[in-house]
């Protein structure tokens, strides 16, 4: 694996080295905290695994953490799950992320960008103003630490005032993004009981309106636990009967209180893409949360108060959250409502040269998408203030850091960044002093002692293994929601190898130190009892102008067989004929191997996603292997369920 991208891509020169906050931050560290004061980020990052109360300690005293209550000491339980952080200690979230407004009151905390893509920006004082305003309002509804939260809502500066204030009071935030349908959206918020929602009237996507009125009524009547509901009219329409409206609860002057709660205290739940059965309610720590984004965005991301930060994202995304948390650098944080392709493939691209954005951060897909439909943002737009690309979602294939080298700048730090939900942060991605190999992560994370571990257990270098985090990060869960024993989430992550994290993504770490991350080990193609991953075949495919999108499933026979289908969604105008099939599959042969040649290729209407764009590999799998579509999926978390009537169909012929 480590010869096959011998020299770098990208190389930071010295002084960007010099001037990055890490650098700064090993130094410190070193003279403090007993980091090593050499053998750059290797070393340090091998500090921070082998020495976390150090580092931990090193990072809430760098960023100069705030607790109330100092705490008793700094990883009082290493057992996973149930690793115990500060325990003693007391703190706020929001009072950390609005810090900024006391220095700089008039400069942006928030630019706020629609399909018209004109920036509105949002001041730290107002912004700190209308969080002071609204939390006074919640306590005044009742609302009270541990009461949950909701928002039905687009990526606006409401919903970040929303979070805000309701981590002020020290109640527990939860959102849905209002493209959701109705029963996706109580999937999720009946499981935690919110005693308040915050709705729009409605949404603007693609250049059309679309209404929710009937949604958030809908909402209404399914969850009894509500006492208020807070209208936003974003389309400018009246507020329904008995909701209280926005600009009322945020017209006061009123100091914000921020509501002193254990580190461990729950900050927000996030839910699982919840392919089957009910999506999983993710929930964690104002204290936890707080430190990882601190280490994540401030050291890995570079992030500071000249800096302006800007992901593609909804609130129903782990990267929403992700994005807000850019507060707590003093950042100012880009906010986007509206399609991705508005009014064409580069809107993207356009938000960045309006907003000034220095972090762009996008998904895997829209950067293939626009290799595909030829955009050229560095020649069209004025991208000179991007110094970082990142992606997330699926794996960047190797076509797109090439793309993004030529097509935006070449002297373009390009950041493929892993993680999850489930940590609302990273496992591995951008280190500012290190290099970029195609194709390839550029490193685990501080923190975080990530492996490639073979079936028993035994670390793995330059080969295929899982995904396993072998020691506790701060924002790994607290727990599910409604799981009173702890059942489900030792199931979800610790049932393969006791007391370690395994994540469910094959992974190879390079004896370089880079990462590769090949596709969900739990959607595993074994063939020959070889295993691969789909991503794999995915890179491959859909370089093909061809291809527009292709899924793989590995299916075991009761023969003792094994089925591997392609399935394929074609470009417009492209014909699957013989031509094709063969060009697909010399393709795979050529760029991979023999044995990743799938037994059929097959034609389809389209590829199934999770709500947040994730190709749906398992349910697929289920159903091609006979299970009836209710039990093989939960119809509420798949963008398109006609979709997979096709492969509940096609099982049923094969049959």
Not at 329 to 346: A, E, F, K, M, R
Not at 358 to 387: E, I, N, W
Not at 505 to 521: A, E, K, Y
């Amino acid at each position: 694996m480590p010869t096959a991208n011998p020299l770098p891509l990208w190389q930071p020169d010295p002084q960007r080295i010099a001037r990055a906050r890490i650098t700064a931050f090993q130094a410190w560290a070193a003279e403090h905290c007993g980091a090593p004061s050499g053998g750059g980020y290797a070393a340090l990052h091998r500090w921070s695994v082998d020495e976390p109360e150090a580092f931990w300690t090193a990072v809430t005293q760098w960023f100069d953490v705030r607790f109330d209550t100092p705490p008793a000491q700094v990883l009082g339980d290493r057992t996973m799950p149930g690793a115990r952080w500060f325990p003693g200690a007391t703190l706020n979230y929001a009072e950390h992320a609005l810090r900024a407004a006391a220095a700089r009151p008039d400069d942006a905390a928030l630019l706020y960008v629609d399909e018209s893509c004109e920036p509105r920006p949002v001041t730290w004082a107002e912004l700190r103003r209308q969080v002071g305003s609204l939390a006074a309002e919640l306590r005044a509804l009742g609302v009270r630490p541990g009461d949950r939260v909701s928002g039905y809502l687009p990526n606006i500066p409401q919903a970040v005032v929303a979070l805000l204030a309701t981590a002020a009071v020290g109640a527990v935030w939860t959102s849905c993004a209002p493209d959701f349908g109705a029963r996706s959206v109580l999937d999720r918020f009946q499981q935690v009981e919110p005693v308040v929602l915050f709705t729009v009237d409605g949404y603007c996507y693609g250049g059309k309106e679309h209404d929710r009125a009937d949604v958030v009524a809908e909402l209404r009547r399914e969850l009894p636990t509500l006492r208020a509901v807070v209208h936003i009219p974003l389309l400018g329409a009246p507020a329904p009967d008995g909701a209280l409206e926005w600009a009322a609860l945020t017209a006061g002057d009123t100091e914000p209180v921020f509501e002193q709660v254990p580190f461990e205290h729950p900050l927000w739940v996030l839910y699982s893409s919840g392919t089957t059965g009910l999506p999983k309610a993710i929930v964690q720590s104002q204290g936890g949360i707080l430190v990882e984004h601190l280490k994540q965005l401030g050291l890995h991301c570079d992030l500071g108060p000249e800096d302006r930060f800007f992901w593609y994202t909804s609130t129903g995304w782990m990267m929403w959250n992700f994005l807000v948390s850019g507060l707590l650098t003093g950042t100012t944080v880009i906010l986007y409502d509206g399609s991705p392709g508005h009014p064409d493939t580069g809107a993207q691209w356009r938000i960045a040269e309006r907003t000034g954005a220095t972090l762009f951060g996008t998904s895997a897909a829209y950067v293939m998408a626009c290799r595909k439909a030829g955009v050229h943002p560095g020649r069209d737009y004025d991208l000179s203030r991007v110094q970082c690309v990142a992606t997330t979602g699926s794996p960047l294939p190797p076509d797109g850091f090439r793309w993004l080298h030529d097509e935006v700048r070449d002297d373009l730090w390009i950041a493929s960044v892993s993680g999850g939900t489930d940590v609302c942060s990273c496992f591995a991605g951008a280190v500012p002093t290190l290099p970029v190999h195609i194709g390839e992560l550029q490193a685990p994370c501080l923190g975080t002692d990530l492996q490639s571990w073979d079936p028993s257990g035994a670390p793995l270098i330059d080969e295929v293994g899982e995904l396993v985090v072998a020691n506790p990060m701060p924002s790994m869960p607290i727990h599910f929601w409604n799981d009173p024993d702890g059942s489900r989430y030792h199931d979800s992550y610790f049932a393969m190898y006791p007391g370690v994290w395994r994540h469910g993504d094959w992974i190879t770490l390079t004896s370089r130190g880079s990462v590769v991350i090949h596709g969900r080990s739990d959607s595993t193609l074994n063939r020959q009892g070889v295993r691969m991953g789909s991503a794999d075949i995915y890179e491959a495919v859909e370089r093909l102008p061809e291809i527009k999108e292709s899924l793989v499933i590995g299916i075991e026979q009761s023969d003792g067989g094994y089925w591997m289908p392609l399935f394929v969604h074609l470009a417009p105008g492209a014909v699957l004929d013989d031509a094709l099939v063969r060009k697909i599959k010399q393709t795979i042969r050529e760029q991979l191997s023999p044995r990743h040649i799938p037994d059929e290729i097959i034609q389809v209407p389209g590829i199934p996603h999770t709500l947040t764009g994730k190709r749906i590999e398992v349910p697929v799998k289920r159903l091609l292997q006979g299970a009836p579509l209710e039990q093989a999926v939960n119809p509420g978390s798949v963008d398109d369920l006609d979709l997979l009537r096709f492969y509940e169909n096609l099982a049923r012929e094969r049959a």
